[in-house]
């Protein structure tokens, strides 16, 4: 089955053509959506997945698209106004392109189904709790499936603790037990947890309601969390790469900046360790943690009482899917590449075969 896998982040769009193998047979990605998933030209697909941030409590596994499911999707896009809306644009867009191909939607929500109730849930009344069905969903579920699956391969064994950071623009860290997420970062929306390029992360949330009371319009409260603050807000831009150069030249901003990101990374690194109850294995990865070494020796560095230690040489030198572990130490560090695309696909055809 030859999978058209269609993943639309809150500024980008990717667009994967996988055969029946996972062989790539075509590839697209870019910051514009101005010409659709269907502009490379691509071969006839026989089945679409199309990447959903937020499944709710409806969607805990990949699911046939059709008018009710869609009708579902456009309730729960507030819970991720940056992201949503994108998916139902590219979906809406293949439909029309390839009316006659099945379209499955994959959600990043679905991996942490999997979370006890006391890691899921928000200490909140029980009222509000059950009518707006607030509690801790977690993000970035593709990706940390995929690196689960993948760490399991290049280990030759699924680890028993694991935490996987996926840092990116967004970003998150998963608690992974036994090929199940136990703990994440990021809660009710992707605004929870680490420090990201323009989200702020976990704050006081006595802050929005105070600037609110005095006057700052929601919607603008809004958008300062969602695209003005994180490492935009601490440093002028939330490109990771310019404020290492700055760093580099010793700007005051930019070195204050790192210094925030670190702390809340190895703070919710540990959070996660706490979880799992030891630390067997730590997986970089998103375009951050795949491509900035000075960011993985510093979280190696932070956690080194928990027994992790990196190769510097194997840190500067990877390339693509690797171990960074120095030798002796007793917990296992890779690197794998985000491949949300053969996620995607894995769950376009469990799917369609289930049904």
């Known amino acids: 089955m030859r999978v058209l896998t269609v993943n639309p982040g809150s500024s980008s769009l990717k667009v994967s053509l996988l055969d029946a193998d996972d062989t790539v047979l075509a590839r697209d990605s870019g910051p514009s959506r101005e010409t659709g998933p269907m502009a490379a030209g691509m071969p006839h697909p026989d089945a679409i997945g199309v990447r959903f941030v937020h499944g709710g409590t409806?969607?805990?596994?990949?699911?046939?698209?059709?008018?009710?499911?869609?009708?579902?999707?456009?309730?729960?896009?507030?819970?991720?106004?940056?992201?949503?809306?994108?998916?139902?644009?590219?979906?809406?867009?293949?439909?029309?392109?390839?009316?006659?191909?099945?379209?499955?939607?994959?959600?990043?929500?679905?991996?942490?189904?999997?979370?006890?109730?006391?890691?899921?849930?928000?200490?909140?009344?029980?009222?509000?709790?059950?009518?707006?069905g607030l509690r801790r969903y977690g993000f970035h579920g593709l990706s940390f499936s995929y690196a689960t699956r993948r760490a399991g391969e290049m280990l030759g064994a699924a680890?028993?603790?694991?935490?996987?950071?996926?840092?990116?623009?967004?970003?998150?860290?998963?608690?992974?037990?036994?090929?199940?997420?136990?703990?994440?970062?990021?809660?009710?929306?992707?605004?929870?947890?680490?420090?990201?390029?323009?989200?702020?992360?976990?704050?006081?949330?006595?802050?929005?309601?105070?600037?609110?009371?005095?006057?700052?319009?929601?919607?603008?409260?809004?958008?300062?969390?969602?695209?003005?603050?994180?490492?935009?807000?601490?440093?002028?831009?939330?490109?990771?790469?310019?404020?290492?150069?700055?760093?580099?030249?010793?700007?005051?901003?930019?070195?204050a900046a790192l210094d925030v990101y670190h702390h809340r990374l190895r703070a919710c690194a540990a959070a996660m360790t706490a979880s799992l109850g030891g630390l067997d294995t730590l997986v970089f990865t998103g375009g951050i943690g795949e491509h900035d070494p000075s960011v993985r020796m510093r979280l190696a560095e932070n956690l080194a009482y928990l027994g992790v230690s990196i190769d510097p040489g194997r840190n500067t030198s990877v390339d693509g899917d690797g171990d960074l572990t120095s030798g002796g130490a007793p917990v296992r560090t890779l690197v794998i590449t985000a491949r949300e695309d053969l996620e995607i696909a894995a769950g376009v055809r469990r799917a369609l075969n289930s049904g």
């Open 58 to 132: 409806d969607f805990t596994t990949p699911v046939r698209i059709d008018a009710k499911v869609a009708e579902r999707l456009h309730e729960l896009a507030d819970l991720a106004p940056l992201h949503q809306p994108a998916s139902l644009r590219a979906l809406q867009e293949v439909t029309s392109a390839l009316p006659d191909v099945p379209v499955v939607a994959c959600f990043d929500t679905a991996f942490h189904a999997t979370l006890p109730p006391a890691a899921a849930t928000y200490a909140l009344p029980a009222g509000w709790r059950e009518r707006y």
């Open 159 to 255: 680890p028993s603790r694991m935490v996987i950071c996926h840092l990116g623009a967004g970003a998150s860290l998963c608690a992974v037990a036994d090929g199940r997420s136990i703990d994440t970062t990021m809660g009710f929306t992707p605004l929870e947890g680490l420090v990201m390029a323009s989200r702020a992360g976990s704050i006081d949330p006595g802050i929005p309601l105070w600037l609110i009371r005095h006057g700052v319009p929601p919607d603008e409260v809004n958008r300062a969390l969602e695209r003005e603050s994180g490492l935009r807000g601490l440093a002028g831009t939330g490109d990771m790469r310019r404020i290492r150069e700055l760093a580099e030249e010793r700007d005051v901003t930019a070195l």
